[in-house]
T-cell receptor
C-alpha cells in the first residue's frame, strides 16, 4: 500500500507571497491532519479534516487554512507569508473508527523556506 | 490543556549501554505513541500504546505505559549507532466527537557514540 505523499517536497517563497501544499493520504484513510515543525516550537497541530470537514483546529492565525476533497486529498494554504512560517509541514493520515483509537501515518513533509 | 514533557531532551550514550527516555503528560489518556525522526526526514511510527500496563518491544527498543502515573518510558537496550535519531512521544484523547489531535513532546535527540 502506498504511503502518504506530499507535494512539493521543497519550496522557497518570499515574504508576502502565498503558498499551497498538497497531501494525498493512504488509500482508505479519511482523516488528514497537518502539523508544523520548527526547531523552536517543535511539532504543532494545525488542523484536521475528515469527510471534507474541518474537525479540529490548532492555535494558528487565519492566514493558515486548509481543505479536503471528496477523494480525501487535502491542501493547506498559507497567505501573506512571514519569515516565521519557514518550517517543515507534515501531513498525516489515519483511519477513523468509531470509539476506537487510531494511528497516524506521516508523509515525508514539505520544507518551506520564506526569504 | 494537554501538555507532554519528555526528558532528557539530549542524550549521548555509548554503544552497548542501556538508557531510558521518559514521557510525562498532564491529562488522563490511555493512548500514547512513540515516533522516530531521522535528520531531514519525516516521522516513523514505533509504538502505539493503548492501555494501562501496555508494553511493546521491537529490537532494542521497549516502550511501556502507566496511565495512572501518566508516564511512558522508552527503554534502549545495548545501544547501537543506528539508533541515533530524535524520538518523540505523543498523546491524544478519545473524546465524544472523535479523536483529538496529537500533542507531541519536544523530542529526545539521541546520539550513540562508539
Amino acid at each position: 500500500k502506498a504511503g502518504v505523499t506530499q507535494t512539493p517536497r521543497y519550496l522557497i517563497k518570499t515574504r508576502g507571497q502565498q503558498v499551497t501544499l498538497s497531501c494525498s493520504p493512504i488509500s482508505g484513510h479519511r482523516s488528514v491532519s497537518w502539523y508544523q515543525q520548527t526547531p523552536g516550537q517543535g511539532l504543532q497541530f494545525l488542523f484536521e479534516y475528515f469527510s471534507e470537514t474541518q474537525r479540529n483546529k490548532g492555535n494558528f492565525p487565519g492566514r493558515f487554512s486548509g481543505r479536503q476533497f471528496s477523494n480525501s486529498r487535502s491542501e493547506m494554504n498559507v497567505s501573506t507569508l512571514e519569515l516565521g512560517d519557514s518550517a517543515l509541514y507534515l501531513c498525516a493520515s489515519s483511519l477513523v473508527l468509531a470509539g476506537a483509537p487510531y494511528e497516524q501515518y506521516f508523509g515525508p513533509g514539505t520544507r518551506l523556506t520564506v526569504t | 490543556e494537554l501538555k507532554v514533557e519528555q526528558n532528557p531532551l539530549f542524550l549521548s550514550m555509548q554503544e552497548g549501554k542501556n538508557y531510558t527516555i521518559y514521557c510525562n503528560y498532564s491529562t488522563t489518556s490511555d493512548r500514547l505513541y512513540w515516533y522516530r525522526q531521522d535528520p531531514g526526514k519525516s516521522l516513523e511510527s514505533l509504538f502505539v500504546l493503548l492501555s494501562n500496563g501496555a508494553v511493546k518491544q521491537e529490537g532494542r527498543l521497549m516502550a511501556s505505559l502507566d496511565t495512572k502515573a501518566r508516564l511512558s518510558t522508552l527503554h534502549i537496550t545495548a545501544a547501537v549507532h543506528d539508533l541515533s535519531a530524535t524520538y518523540f512521544c505523543a498523546v491524544d484523547i478519545n473524546g465524544d466527537s472523535g479523536n483529538t489531535p496529537l500533542v507531541f513532546g519536544k523530542g529526545t535527540r539521541l546520539s550513540v557514540i562508539a
